[in-house]
């Protein structure tokens, strides 16, 4: 297994509803609209999104699920087990065995971290949460 503070080092990616960094010097409305997406109903179809990405990861590789609130390692759970934990917006660390490749999601954020250089596995992931309308950038 990989040591997850060995890949929380290294350079990351992040899976999200906006195509890019938005610039610190940007104009329009960012704040207004993060504040927007992270309110109920939105954030909530953002994690199913989060959710539908990681079940489709799950086909391509075994996967190793984290609960940072249980302190549990669950390998392949139940697609129904997985959608409940990431919608339940419980802190996950989501490892891709083969790839060697992690997701992390915080639970109340629109984004997921990626961690791996793994260019095969960045492909898939960007595919899939493409499918799901959402983009993997570099920051």
């Known amino acids: 297994m990989v040591d997850i503070e060995v890949l929380l080092s290294k350079p990351y990616r992040i899976v999200d509803i906006l195509p ?7 104009g329009g409305q960012y704040f207004t609209i993060e504040k927007f997406f992270l309110s109920p ?32 390692w ?3 759970p139940a697609p129904a087990d997985l959608e409940r934990m990431v919608l339940e917006r419980k802190p996950l660390f989501v490892m891709l065995k083969q790839s060697q490749t ?7 954020d629109h984004n997921m971290t990626v961690y791996g250089e793994n260019g095969e596995a960045l492909s898939l ?15």
């Open 102 to 108: 992690m997701l992390s999601i915080t639970g109340e």
């Open 41 to 72: 109903p939105h954030l909530d179809v953002i994690h199913h999104k989060f959710a539908n990405v990681l079940l489709k990861l799950n086909c391509y590789d075994d996967i190793l699920v984290f609960s940072v609130d249980d302190e549990l």
């Open 74 to 76: 669950v390998e392949n």
């Open 20 to 26: 890019k960094q938005v610039p610190a010097d940007a």
């Open 125 to 139: 992931i960007s595919t899939i949460a493409s499918a799901e309308g959402l983009y993997l950038w570099k920051p």
